[in-house]
């Protein structure tokens, strides 16, 4: 018994960071926001994209089937608007030019491939910032 409590005891500061950790990571993303004005704006901006033959959908923010699935350009977009449930098409588009220089952090750049007609950014930012975390953990566990 006291065996186990040894071990329990050791492992407790790990257990916290972990619990610590994934709830951050599960409660940071921002609540999907995709409106007819968005569109309506990153069309006018970026012509390209749909004469390139693809559809502006929700997926330019979220790629996945989870609407609540959302890429960095997403998440930078949210925010510059700075609130939820924006609708005034010029203020999204300022938003829109606002991060348009803007890359994912694997150093994928947003505006060439605006430029080109494709999406700005495929990553899931939530699985990556999880699975970030999840490395993290798994390195201070190796260290015990």
């Known amino acids: 018994m006291a065996k186990h409590r040894n071990v329990l005891t050791a492992?407790?500061?790990?257990?916290?960071m972990l619990v610590g950790v994934l709830a951050i990571t599960l409660i940071s993303p921002n609540s999907a926001t995709a409106r007819p004005a968005h569109k309506s704006a990153f069309e006018e901006l970026y012509p390209k994209f749909k004469e390139s033959g693809n559809k502006v959908t929700c997926a330019v923010c979220h790629p996945g089937k989870s609407k609540k699935t959302q890429n960095h350009y997403s998440e930078t977009?949210?925010?510059?608007l700075g609130k939820k449930n924006v609708k005034d098409k010029k203020v999204i588009t300022e938003a829109l030019k606002k991060i348009e220089d803007g890359k994912c952090p694997d150093g994928t750049e947003w505006k060439p491939r605006l430029d080109k007609g494709e999406n700005p950014c495929s990553h899931d930012a939530v699985n990556q910032r999880l699975r970030s975390s999840l490395s993290l953990i798994q390195r201070l566990l190796d260290k015990q």
């Not at 492992?11 to 916290?16: K, L, R, V, Y």
């Not at 977009?77 to 510059?80: I, P």
């Open 77 to 80: 977009l949210a925010k510059a």
């Open 11 to 16: 492992m407790w500061p790990a257990g916290s």
